[in-house]
C-alpha cells in the first residue's frame, strides 16, 4: 500500500482521502502488532529466565552447603544478571533464587571475617 501512496506523491498526484485513511488505519494497527509482538516476546523470555533460574537455584540449594556455595561465585554472578534482566523486563524473579542468593552472601560474610583473621594471625 505505501508503495503505491509514494508512486502517486512523486508523480505529482494526491493520495485520495480513503486511501490516506486506510493506509493510517494500517500503520496503526501494524503498531499495535508489533508492541503486541515485542511484550510476548520479552514475557516468553521472561518465563525461560525464571525458569532457568528457578531450576538453576534449587539444584545450587539441593547440592552445596554454605562452604561450597562459595565456590559457586561465578555462577552466582551470572543468576544475579539473568536475575536483573528478568526484572528489567518485567518478570518475577522466583523465591528459591533469593534464597540461594541470601544462603550465598550469608556464606560470604562468614568466610570473610576468618580470612581477615587468618591473615592477622600470619602478621603476628
Known sequence: MKSAAAELNTIGGDVPDVYQHILDRYEVAHTLANREGTYRSNMQQAKVLADLLRE????????????????????????????????????????????????????????KPNETQSREEARG
Open 56 to 111: 538453576l537455584s534449587t539444584e545450587l540449594d539441593l547440592h552445596y552447603d554454605g562452604g561450597g556455595l562459595i565456590e559457586c561465585q561465578e555462577t552466582i554472578g551470572v543468576m544475579k544478571s539473568a536475575a536483573a534482566e528478568l526484572a528489567a523486563i518485567g518478570g518475577d524473579v522466583p523465591d528459591v533464587f533469593r534464597h540461594i542468593l541470601s544462603r550465598y552472601e550469608a556464606a560470604c560474610a562468614l568466610v
